[in-house]
């Protein structure tokens, strides 16, 4: 089972890019990394997902080094509507008690 | 496209008691999740299905807890009796199918209080 460790919480300013790292020391090799992002008394919403190297999308990126025992999360220019948990989580896409959810980072950006 | 539906949205009630929720994934997700989280946590996967199949309910206390998904569609998570430290928001996922770089798609969340 893929335990994760990240930062309790983290502080920027808007217009800042921020990283947050994972670390999953024993990621197994049909695990993938998938970050979420949940606001107060919402659901986790999915930001991005990926198996190694770098993935991009319209609103993150996502670093993974050659030996996957660890990833980044990049915020490019924050604002302060990205306060909010953002989780790592590890796991099979095939699920079952496996996607394990980290114990998340509160990210709180300030003017 | 509708999201991932959940009710009630808060349920209060007592130790001993029984409570049930709803879920119903958005149209044509093949894969339903539900998670405990319990406040200052991450969620805890408690079963997932696949279709109308389980897939894995080695986290959820068979105890008190039960959940079905009715015709591989909308499904029920019990609590019978309920325990002060069943306190949490549930929350229900779903995901179109057991592919790689399926994204679960969370519903608001059921918030339990037992008191």
């Known amino acids: 089972l893929a335990k994760t460790t990240q930062p309790i919480s983290m502080d920027s300013y808007e217009g800042q890019e921020v990283n947050i790292t994972c670390s999953h020391n024993?990621?197994?090799?049909?695990?993938?990394i998938t970050w979420y992002q949940q606001f107060p008394s919402q659901g986790p919403r999915f930001i991005i997902q990926g198996y190694k190297t770098k993935v991009t999308n319209e609103v993150a990126s996502l670093f993974i080094p050659a030996d996957r025992k660890s990833s980044t999360l990049s915020l490019p220019r924050v604002s302060l509507s990205d306060t909010a948990v953002y989780y790592c989580l590890v796991g099979p896409t095939g699920g079952g008690n496996k996607l394990t959810f980290g114990t998340g980072t509160q990210l709180k950006v300030e003017l | 496209e509708a999201g991932v539906a959940q009710s009630p949205r808060y349920k209060i009630i007592e130790k001993r008691q029984s409570v049930a929720f709803w879920c119903n994934p958005i149209?044509?997700?093949?894969?339903l999740y539900w998670y405990q989280q319990i406040l200052g946590q991450g969620p805890k996967l408690l079963i997932q299905f696949q279709n109308n199949g389980v897939v894995d309910d080695s986290q959820l206390p068979k105890d008190r807890f039960s959940a079905e998904r009715l015709k591989g569609v909308d499904s029920t998570l019990k609590i019978q009796p309920a325990k002060l430290e069943d306190s949490a928001v549930y929350l229900c996922?779903?995901?179109?199918?057991?592919?790689?770089?399926?994204?679960?798609?969370f519903g608001p969340g059921t918030r339990l209080t037992v008191l």
């Open positions: 149209s044509g997700h093949a894969t």
């Open positions: 996922a779903s995901s179109p199918g057991i592919i790689p770089g399926n994204e679960q798609f």
């Open positions: 024993n990621i197994a090799t049909n695990d993938y």
